[in-house]
């Protein structure tokens, strides 16, 4: 039983890696939002330049959020970060409750 288990998750390795590749996407839109506004204050610091890099970010980091949200976990097959009308970036699925870096724990 426990060889059956360690080959799944084994079988686990590519979507986990998607999985987490998207998570970084995610978080790094989310870290490079002060970068960007002090880079745009100090080439142009006006509203419109300050709001139009705002509303660019804004779009970006819904996208990545979609993006990162509609990723599927190996093991049940449902959104590895949604339940319901809930998104929760945890290191664990929601539903099944595998471990985000459960193929590396072997
Ligand atoms: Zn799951």
Not at 17 to 45: C, H, M, N, Q
Not at 52 to 58: E, Q
Not at 73 to 98: A, D, E, S, W
Request: proline share 4%; hydrophobic share 45%; charged share 20%.
């Amino acid at each position: 039983m426990d060889e059956n288990l360690n080959l799944d998750i084994a079988t686990y390795g590519p979507a986990l890696r998607i999985i987490r590749k998207r998570r970084k996407v995610f978080f790094g839109t989310i870290l490079s939002y002060i970068p960007a506004l002090w880079i745009t204050y100090k080439i142009s610091p006006h509203d419109r330049s300050m709001g139009t890099v705002f509303v660019i970010w804004v779009i970006i980091l819904t996208i990545t959020t979609f993006w990162s949200a509609v990723a599927t976990c190996p093991r049940c097959g449902k959104y590895f970060h949604v339940n319901g009308m809930t998104i929760l970036y945890l290191r664990k699925c929601l539903h099944c409750q595998l471990h985000i870096n459960a193929d590396k724990e072997q």
